[in-house]
Structures are given as C-alpha cells and as structure tokens.
C-alpha cells in the first residue's frame, strides 16, 4: 500500500525559508511523479509545481517560479519542498501529492490527469 | 494562470441529486478530457472521485458522475447521504501545468 509520510508542522518567521519533506512507501519515488498543492486557511487548493520524471525535469506554476524548489533524494524515496522569502501569506497547509500512473503526449510531455495519491499535509505557519 | 470557477455553495436534501458546475476555457477544461473532482472534508487530505472527465476510482460510490460541455465541467452527486457534506474541488490539466476551481461547499440539508 502506498503512503506519502509528510513532515511535521512549521512555524517560520517573515523572509525565512520552510523546507517540508514526504516520503514514500510502498513505491520507489522514480516511479512517481511527485506534485506539492497548498490551501491557504479557508481557501482553496493551489498547484505549485511538479516533477516530469521523464526529463528529470520540475515544473513550477509561475506564480512560485524563482521561491520554490523541488527536490528528490532517491536514496530515501523522499521529495523535499523548499519555499523562500517566506510572507505571512505563504501560511497554509502543504500537500504532497502523485498520480499512480503517468502519461505522455506525442511530445513525450507528462500529462497530469489527476492526483490519487496524497499526503496529510504539512501545516506552515509564517508569523513574526 | 486564473482558477476554475465553482459556485461557492450547493445543498440539498437526504436523496436528493446535486449538480457542481466547473467552469474554465478553452486552454483548460475545453480543450482537455482532462477534469478531476476531489472531496475534501474538513482537516483532511483531498479524495479523487472522479478522473478523466467522467471516470471513477476503485471504491467511488458509483452516485457520484462526471461530465463535460464546451468549458464547463460538472460533476453530479445522486441519492445524496450526510456523509458527502463537503468541499469539492475541480481541476483540469493545462499545457505542462495543473489548474484547481476555488472549490464548493456542499451542505447536506
């Protein structure tokens, strides 16, 4: 059975950086292609970016480009998250999540059909 | 990159059918069979209900139905129980990315 283990919850100050980690079970992480979303308190779901791991490439929704970086460790089948310039508006809860299965286009682009997969999520809490 | 548009709030009554409408473009939901639903209840992760526009998971309540026209996508609840009292998301793949709606809530009267 998989499971996405997330990290424990995060309290930051304004202009530090957050790193929030998932780890996998029951699958070996190569196999995924590992996504974040976040929701913001009350708010709804947000894509942030997400590994083709086709080109071993990430993709960052524009919004977070140049904030946020997503890594792999695949000796621990662990996905990492890191957001800087932390803003009280970056306080949320942090969702890894993966489709089971991938698909390609006739470009070999990885198409995102959906998310079955998920985490339990990592609450971030910016605050001074 | 502007979220799907979902009405902020739907309800009915024990047995009764509701429908959540998902509206996007041309780039998002019209020109992709792409369209996911997911159920979200309050502190917990979100659920897939449907995939593909219209599909269900293994273990989805077959009350639960998709599908699309044009830009709008919507998904369909039947028999309602007080157990699908909650939010409800749409998102639909677009160009190298993933978009979400603002999501629904659903009150079961």
Redesign the interface.
Known sequence: QVQLVQSGAEVKKPGASVKVSCKVSGYTLTELSM?W?RQAPG?????MG?FDPEDGET?Y???FQGRVTMTEDTSTDTAYMELSSLRSEDTAVY?C?TPSTIVYDFWS????????L????TLVTVSS | QSALTQPASVSGSPGQSITISCTGTSSDVGGYNYVSWYQQHPGKAPKLMIYDVSNRPSGVSNRFSGSKSGNTASLTISGLQAEDEADYYCSSYTSSTVVFGGGTKLTVL
Request: avoid cysteine; aromatic fraction near 24%.
């Open positions: 996504h979303v708010k709804g779901l947000e894509w997400g993709i929704a524009q919004k969702y999540a682009a990885p198409i995102w059909r959906y998310f079955d998920w985490g339990r999520g």
